[in-house]
């Protein structure tokens, strides 16, 4: 009988797969956050060009409060945040960010206090945030929010922002471990070294020879692309990174993502291994209604329900591309990596409601009777 799995929540050494050995630093330790490995499935989405085959990373299945891709790179910076014996982390993100929600949680998973930064419109920012989405699991885990501006963040600076933070808790006689947005530094980077691992083993174990030509995903803050184009290039896979931009233009990230491999001395150029395009539209967490149609769309023709900030713009953007150049995509197997984001949705639900029909009043005649007995309450 095999013995029971405790490893969910355990911390244990690392080893690199053998084909990033030579990257350095390697991380000694990672936990065991995620739900991993996440499915792969065919997603049969309308409008495809002729040939093309889509299959799905669940990414979004990697768990329930902490969901989502984020996890990935908190396996890696929660063993280090322990490793140096911190007792509270400190990390910062717009109002929805589902990086602060999920490291709100990983951080009292491992009894760890948690401090969010949180941006928001100036008109809000002395107002109770409330409990939409990413909030409520945040405020319920009991994580420290503190309320900062669009203003103030974009003059001031997310690592300026956190340094505040950290050196008043210090002075308290803290001992504070600081996440960069959206947990995107190098060492962040192994948790999609890591995910492309997993995809070389899923398809090892396959029985049908399945090979990736392309890899398609959304880009917040670069750690996601980073990891994957790094792991693809190296590892067996090969197969392209394709990343849609949802709030920098291309040129920022490619610049930035060379930082991180940099830091990892891969001794690549991020335009090699990436193509980076815009899919930001309106501008970051705001939606057209085209995009929240599709979504909507998607979900209802495949049950996959995408997040409006991140892969609904990234899947929309996919598809035009692919409209727009059906060449470059023709007979092609592609692997979309949902990266989770549902609550970020909670956010939309204004905007949705004209969207959604299907509901009526149930039409039942006076005359029909319980027939299962009285006294029973349901
Ligand atoms: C953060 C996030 C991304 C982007 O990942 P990065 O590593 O920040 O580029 C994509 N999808 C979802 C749902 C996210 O929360």
Redesign the pocket.
């Known amino acids: 009988m095999a013995s029971p799995n405790f490893d969910f929540l355990s911390c244990k050494p690392y080893n690199p797969p053998s084909w990033a050995s030579h990257l350095s630093p390697i991380p000694s330790h990672v936990f065991s956050l995620g739900h991993l490995p996440t499915p792969i499935h065919r997603w049969n989405l309308p409008n495809l060009p002729q040939g093309t085959q889509l299959w799905l990373k669940r990414d979004?299945l990697s768990g329930m409060q902490l969901s989502?891709?984020?996890v990935r790179?908190l396996e890696f910076l929660m063993a280090d945040a322990v490793a140096k014996g911190a007792d509270c982390i400190i990390t910062i993100?717009g109002i929805q960010?589902?990086?602060c929600r999920?490291t709100a949680v990983a951080a009292k998973y491992l009894q760890l206090d948690c401090y969010l930064i949180l941006r928001t419109s100036k008109l809000i920012v002395d107002q109770d945030p409330g409990l939409t989405g990413n909030l409520l699991v945040e405020r319920l885990v009991g994580a420290h929010v503190d309320l900062v501006s669009k203003e103030e963040y974009a003059k001031i600076g997310s690592v300026t922002l956190t340094n505040l933070l950290k050196e008043k808790l210090q002075k308290e006689g803290r001992r504070p471990y600081v996440i960069p947005?959206?947990?995107?530094d190098s060492l962040?980077t192994w948790g999609?070294i890591e995910a492309i691992r997993e995809i070389e083993l899923q398809l090892q174990s396959g029985t049908d020879n399945l090979v990736f030509d392309d890899i398609v995903?959304?880009?917040?803050?670069?750690?996601?692309?980073?990891?994957l184009s790094l792991g693809s290039s190296l590892s067996s896979l090969k197969a392209k990174v394709h990343?849609f931009?949802?709030c920098d233009d291309p040129d920022y990230?490619y610049d930035f993502v060379q930082g991180l491999l940099d830091g990892l001395h891969a001794d690549v150029s991020t335009r090699d291994i990436i193509d980076i395009q815009n899919a930001k539209g309106l501008g970051y967490a705001m939606n057209t209604i085209e995009e929240l149609k599709f979504v909507k769309e998607v979900a209802a023709a495949t049950g996959v329900v995408l997040?409006p900030?991140?892969?609904g713009k990234?899947a929309y953007a996919m598809l035009k591309d692919m409209a727009d150049n059906p060449a470059k995509w023709e007979g092609r197997k592609v692997l979309f990596i949902?990266?989770?984001?549902?609550l970020?949705l909670f956010d939309k639900v204004d905007q949705m409601t004209s969207l959604v029909g299907n509901w009526r009043k149930m039409d039942i005649d006076e005359s029909v009777l319980r027939k299962d007995g009285v006294g029973k309450m349901f």
């Open positions: 979004d989502g891709n984020k790179k993100g960010s589902n990086h999920a947005v959206g947990g995107s962040g999609y995903v959304a880009c917040g803050s670069g750690g996601t692309i980073a990891g990343a931009s949802v990230f997040d900030v991140y892969s990234a949902h990266t989770g984001g549902l970020g």
